[in-house]
């Protein structure tokens, strides 16, 4: 088909998706349904899990518009694959619909685009669609959204709201008088509920998704297999783990369901009142609501069901769960439901690696073809057998054995106080190597307190005062302002607003009423909020001795009104009001904001000269700093003239008043876990919508930026006036002094000590500081530079909730394992993007995070990432464990298929439950180590010392496994056993008189019993706990072997019984495992094979492979980072490697693979990187041929 068939949808978004149209084709479903029977139903098993084969197996390409299946392709680095069908929505039954209006939007069956207004579609479009007859919108859903043809646009487009391409303007003059009843029905009809549903499946749903799987097919055909050749102890004992496992698993995923569905039903369905467009009040529930509804907010508050524009009135808006999955918390929800594929690299080593054993056991399945072929077996037996091997290479148990770690550290984490609802995460945080903080709530108190007052008078600043609650100040202009500029109201008693305003007007102790709404209607609404002093605070005023008090000399009232406010605007970054004192004939104006910004609306004379040398002192030591100024408003300005006026004409010519300090106090135990990270090599990142001299200050508290480190703040500009965007380069202690000096002091530049390599580099400390509207300049203009100030950037401050997650973002794309703490619905984004997201919260944030901690301290942050590196040794320790075994035990069978012989049944059952399941689930109970060190463990599989690990021990057991086989053929005694073989003169001991008469009455169809069996069945035995307790690493990342007490008890008892069925014989025993007698001598022998094998295992794992992998791990982490590291526990034996490998490794410089720890190489040789202050770095508009900008630095 022609290029233009493929379409893209969600273009530029997260969702971006490639767009493929589909017929059905009636030959090619006749030929896919013989196939399906002929295949015995694998046929129809295979298109189920590949949605991409299935629509290309039964249907043929046809153009989008009028195809009836599209096959769906995600951009990201997952390409997976979706189907869906296209469905029509018909609109010509509905009772509130006009034909006239509907045949406008449709033509041949597609939708065109929505627009706000039916009334606009222009007269051509009416004339060109008149003709049609059907009158359906095709569309189709994907992952909860709907889908429809938009003709405009010659593709798929799902509805948009009116909160895109609509301006403010257009909200307040079309779209205020609401919707007719008819308009509604149909929006409704398009958009659909206005709720996000989350359907709790059917246990029958889910049971059928779980058994469908391939592991669980797999497993299906290895127990048919094994039934057929009379494993049935071995494969009832698989069904029996297999329908474990499926019931955990179900009932796991059912929990999960049913918490998301009453989390979002708690906040779904409300009742509203809506306006329409006659002025009538409906009341309807929140679920039926659309896209224009104009809302009426009762008094006493309600649950914001939806995204909503204010257009008149006031209200107070608290962060809340909303509905419809087109909402941002919808996509939220939708990602929850439907989430992306894990992209670790343990993961994808293990599908590499289990496509290193299938081919291993291809190899088995031709050999033992071609063996009993050579050998004559029958075509049933080499069938049975053939397959049989690939079920031994490839180890059912396998998955089941890979989750147990996580499961137990996920019992532990919850022990802790940490939940987790995605466990596989659990292992990707013990790669953790950067960790971003919020900053309030998270690294520091959740509010603010009030610290004190800095008032100004003739234009000087006054000493700092504490108690703003007393007599002399409570009739000031300054108090005055914090009484009334602000946003508070009362919710059914209780006063509600912003966190910062309710500290402010509580340090005061005033009194806020508010008008009845008797009160409101009866004064037509013009009953103003009142704020006053509490009676103790005012001065008594008494009348003189010798006069009488009068009546209109009774003790005044000091009451203020507010009679007009002007809300905080975050573009503005203040708000103010008008207010009037009882009894006072003009009114007054009140301002607070932001001090730079209030400042420049002040007269300048007003304003101290040393304000700027204030302010920056407080906002150094982490205060937040609010201004405040106020001017008294000309007599002729009434009330009716205040309510119509400009913000903008109030807001000029004030009086500057003073500083209101405020204190985020850090949490007790921030520096203690920052250090505990620092210590750990982990960097930490300061995320924040506060001010950046504030983040940069508590960034220094917190011990984040340590006293001696440099910090150089990045003020980016966009292009403007012709101009090209450009960064000023600024160190942060001298960032309002920099006009004054016009040299740089050389030994104030960061200075890089370059030693002899780069693995015993150490680079002085920089960090990097910038707002969000300067990441935002960089990450657009600059992006060559941008990968080179994640690797230094520490504080982020003043980011919007989009930029967070773009920052995280920013980290990953240079290979940074990125955690992310956080405690607010602000940080939901970044707490789903991080590769560890942990939420202190237990309300929004902890819906999008896989962690939530029931406490909030961000001492969580490490006890995760030990668990996250005790389960990822974990999983390496059972990896490598189950693919020895498959490769022994297939190792075993192959050599016995030689003699065409193979394991018993209860052989099989004792190797895999007895031995394998018990080990494996024992081993994985080791609790992680105590303290985070300075390295971090392996991210895959394929990797040097992991490799050699399991290839040696591949090695050392098949050696010795071989030697045992070809061995015992060289005894004198040795030969091809038959029921009366007597090798170890059993007529002459009554002791072995019952194991003789079962070989001479039962009959060995299989030839189970004869000495080769029992040889290799003995030292395969031991090699498997050889192995379990070679692979079985503690220190750094877990707690020793040792004191996993279940595991070391199960290899003791496991040992102690091999032990003595192998030296001490006994009948019953050797009848059920099918042991053959063999002289006592030989016994000894193999005892003696398996001493060394253990002996020649533990060294290679324990010694010489542990030098090699620490070196390697040591190295890694080492490069790149900017820090002095403590050795690790194995120095001496890193020391002594380093001599004795020396050769072996090579004096070459490995390019590290992370991309920050490459970058670090390059700019340790690039001598115009760190920036120096005072400089101005411009992206030249020049496009090179790669797509990057030319940076030119301007001193």
């Not at 299946?69 to 869906?84: G, H, P, Q, S």
């Not at 107070?316 to 670790?344: A, W």
């Not at 289990?354 to 050998?375: D, E, P, W």
């Not at 520096?671 to 504030?694: Q, S, Y």
Request: glycine content about 4%; hydrophobic content about 45%; overall charge negative.
């Amino acid at each position: 088909m022609d290029k233009e068939e493929r379409k893209t949808i969600n273009q530029g978004q997260e969702d971006e998706m490639e767009i493929y149209g589909y017929n059905f084709c009636r030959w090619k479903l006749a030929i896919v349904s013989l196939g399906v029977v002929c295949t015995g139903g694998f046929l129809l098993l295979l298109l189920y899990w590949m949605p991409e084969w299935r629509v290309k197996a039964t249907c043929v390409r046809a153009a989008i518009k009028d195809c009836e299946v599209v096959l769906l392709r995600t951009t990201d680095e997952f390409r997976m694959w979706f189907c869906a069908k296209i469905r029509l929505l018909s609109l010509e039954t509905h009772p509130f619909l006009s034909p006239t209006s509907m045949t406008n939007k449709l033509a041949n069956g597609h939708a065109v685009h929505l627009t706000e207004n039916l009334a606009t579609e222009n007269r051509h479009e009416m004339s060109k669609y008149l003709q049609t007859q059907p009158q359906q919108i095709r569309y189709f859903t994907h992952h909860s959204v709907k889908y429809f043809w938009n003709d405009n646009l010659h593709n798929f487009d799902f509805l948009k709201g009116l909160d895109e391409g609509v301006s403010c303007t257009s909200i307040y003059e079309k779209h205020s008088a609401g919707l007719t009843k008819g308009m509604h029905a149909y929006r409704k009809l398009l958009y659909g509920v206005n709720e996000i549903t989350v359907k709790v499946p059917s246990i029958f749903k889910l049971l059928i998704k779980e058994v469908l799987n391939p592991f669980y097919i797999f497993q299906l055909f290895s127990v048919i297999l094994w039934s057929t050749d009379e494993y049935y102890y071995y494969a009832l004992a698989i069904v029996i783990m297999s329908v474990v496992s499926i019931v955990s698993s179900l009932y796991s995923i059912r929990k999960q369901y049913v918490m998301l569905h009453d989390m979002v039903a708690a906040h779904s369905t409300v009742r509203v009142s809506v306006c329409r467009v006659n002025g009538e009040i409906e009341e309807i529930f929140s679920t039926d609501l659309v896209p224009g509804d104009v809302m009426v907010i009762p008094l006493n508050g309600t649950v914001m069901p939806c995204d909503a524009v204010l257009i008149n009135g006031t209200c107070i808006v608290n962060e809340s769960m909303l509905t419809g999955f087109s909402t941002s918390k919808g996509q939220l929800v939708r990602s929850i439901l439907y989430p992306k594929p894990t992209d670790f690299k343990l993961y994808r080593d293990a599908y590499l690696f289990l496509l290193c054993l299938v081919a291993v056991a291809g190899i088995g399945f031709i050999y033992t073809i071609v063996n009993s072929v050579l050998n004559e077996v029958e075509i049933g037996d080499i069938i049975i057998e053939s397959l049989d091997i690939i079920t031994i290479t490839v180890p059912p148990a396998l998955p089941a054995a890979m989750t147990a770690g996580i499961v137990y550290a996920q019992r532990r984490l919850k022990k802790i106080g940490i939940f987790c609802i995605s466990p596989q995460r659990i292992n990707i945080c013990g790669q953790l190597n950067l960790v971003c903080f919020d900053k309030t709530g998270t690294l520091t108190e959740d509010g603010l307190d009030l610290w004190g007052i800095q008032r100004v008078e003739n234009t000087r600043f006054l000493l700092p005062e504490e108690n703003v609650c007393n007599e002399i100040l409570v009739k000031s202009q300054f108090v005055a302002c914090m009484a009334t500029c602000h946003s508070l109201t009362k919710i059914e008693g209780v006063l509600s607003g912003d966190p910062l305003d309710l500290k402010m007007f509580e340090a005061i102790g005033w009194i806020l009423e508010e008008a009845t709404e008797e009160e409101t209607a009866l004064h037509n609404r013009i009953m103003p909020t009142v704020v006053r002093p509490p009676k103790q605070l005012l001065p008594e005023s008494t009348p003189a001795g010798n006069q009488e008090m009068e009546l209109f000399e009774l003790p005044a009232i000091y009451e203020i009104g507010i009679v007009r406010q002007f809300p905080f605007s975050s573009a503005l970054q203040r708000m103010s009001v008008v207010a009037r004192v009882l009894g006072d004939k003009k009114m007054d104006a009140y301002m607070k904001g932001a001090p730079e910004v209030i400042a420049g609306l002040c007269k300048p004379e007003t304003v101290p000269i040393d304000f700027e040398k204030v302010l920056e002192e407080y906002t150094k030591q982490g205060f937040r700093v609010i201004a405040l100024a106020h001017r008294k408003l000309e007599s002729k300005l009434t009330w009716h003239k205040v309510q119509n006026i400009s913000r903008d004409v109030i807001e000029t010519n004030m009086d500057f008043m003073g500083l209101i300090v405020m204190q985020n106090k850090l949490k007790q135990e921030t520096p203690a876990v920052l250090e505990d990270l620092h210590k750990a090599n982990i960097r930490t990142v300061m995320v924040t919508g506060d001010n950046m001299l504030t983040a940069v200050s508590v960034a220094r508290d917190c011990g984040m930026i340590l006293p001696q480190d440099k910090v150089i703040i990045a003020e980016a500009l966009p292009p403007k006036d012709g101009k090209v965007a450009k960064i000023n380069w600024h160190y942060a202690d001298t960032l309002t002094q920099c006009s004054n000096s016009s040299a740089i002091d050389s030994e104030a530049i960061p200075v890089k000590l370059v030693h002899d390599s780069l693995e015993n580099l150490q680079v002085t400390r920089y960090h990097f500081a910038m707002n969000g509207k300067s990441f935002s300049v960089i990450l657009e203009h600059f992006q060559d530079l941008a990968p080179k100030l994640m690797l230094h950037g520490t504080v982020f401050a003043r980011m919007a909730p989009d930029q967070k997650t773009q920052l995280i973002e920013a980290l990953q794309n240079v290979d940074y394992f990125v955690g992310m703490c956080g405690d607010g619905a602000n940080d939901c984004g970044a707490l789903k993007r991080a590769h560890g997201g942990i939420s202190l919260s237990e309300l929004e944030a902890s819906v999008a995070s896989p962690f939530t901690s029931k406490t909030p301290s961000i001492s969580c942050v490490p006890n995760l990432i030990r668990e996250g590196r005790a389960a990822l040794m974990t999983s390496f320790c059972v990896f490598k464990f189950m693919a020895l075994y498959s490769i022994i035990q297939y190792f075993s069978v192959t050599l016995l298929y030689s003699i065409l012989s193979n394991l018993g049944d209860f052989q099989f059952l004792f190797i895999d439950l007895a031995i394998i399941l018990v080990v494996v689930f024992t081993m994985s109970l080791n609790p992680a180590w105590k303290e985070l060190v300075a390295q971090r463990p392996p991210s895959g599989l394929i990797s040097g010392a992991l490799l050699f690990s399991v290839l040696s021990q591949i090695i050392i057991c098949i050696g010795f496994q071989s030697l045992g086989f070809f061995w015992v053929k060289q005894q004198s005694w040795y030969e091809v056993w038959h029921p009366q073989s007597d090798a170890c003169n059993t007529t002459r001991s009554l002791h072995w008189n019952s194991s003789h008469l079962y070989n001479e009455t039962e009959l060995d169809e299989h030839n189970i019993q004869n000495y080769e069996n029992t040889t290799v069945f003995f030292i395969s035995s031991f090699q498997y706990l050889i192995v379990a307790i070679a692979f079985s690493k503690g220190k750094p990342f877990r707690q020793p072997c040792y004191k996993n007490y279940f595991f070391v008890v199960s290899v003791i008892i496991l040992y102690v019984f091999i032990l003595l069925i192998m030296l001490h014989p006994v009948a019953s025993v050797d009848q059920v495992l099918q042991i053959v007698c063999v002289p006592y001598q030989w016994r000894i022998t193999m005892l003696m094979i398996v001493l060394v094998n253990a002996l020649v295992s533990i060294m290679v794992e324990n010694f010489f492979l542990d030098m090699v992998l620490w070196k390697v791990v040591f190295n890694r982490d080492k490069q790149g980072e900017y820090r002095f590291t403590t050795q690790p526990p194995q120095e001496s034996v890193d020391r002594w490697g380093k001599c004795c490998l020396s050769w072996a490794l090579g004096c070459s410089k490995k390019i590290p693979k992370a991309k920050y720890m490459y970058l670090a190489q390059e700019l340790l040789v690039d001598p115009e990187w760190p920036p120096k202050p005072q400089t101005t770095t411009e992206a030249k508009a020049l496009v090179k041929e790669n797509g990057s900008c030319q940076i030119i630095t301007i001193t």
